[in-house]
């Protein structure tokens, strides 16, 4: 059992990544997966920072994914907010999906829909189903 834990590593083009939670478990020492509660992510973009945030998450150290049950909040410093449900951020790939539906705002305006897709390193967001956007002037 871990309490205050605090993972850091960094992604494959070299920026780093930090994974913060209240407590953790990991079963055996021969499972990757760390059951977190109260958990953080944030990752280093070109942008700046984007901040992951929900109550608890399943971590895998071999693949460097974090599964976060939902809700979610992500928050990026140039502006983009979003909630939505369950999410998987694969920290190699760069790359977010939630599930569930997802409500957010960017510089531009609102969006939501039912699922997203997330490419971090592109900033390309992908929304399906019942998908809604409006664009200030």
Not at 31 to 44: F, T
Not at 109 to 120: A, M, Q, S
């Amino acid at each position: 059992r871990l309490d205050e834990a605090v993972y850091r590593g960094k992604d494959d083009l070299g920026r780093p990544f930090l994974i913060r939670a209240r407590s953790g478990v990991q079963q055996t020492s021969a499972d990757p997966r760390l059951v977190l509660s109260g958990l953080s992510a944030r990752l280093q973009m070109e942008e700046g920072l984007a901040r992951v945030a929900g109550d608890q998450g399943v971590y895998d150290l071999e693949a460097e994914t974090l599964f976060v049950d939902g809700p979610v909040q992500v928050t990026r410093t140039d502006g983009y907010r979003l909630v939505t449900g369950d999410m998987l951020v694969d920290i190699p790939a760069r790359s977010m999906v939630g599930r569930g539906r997802v409500e957010g705002v960017h510089p531009l305006g609102r969006f939501e829909g039912d699922e997203l897709k997330v490419d971090l390193g592109s900033r390309v967001v992908t929304l399906d189903g019942n998908t809604k956007m409006r664009i200030n002037p």
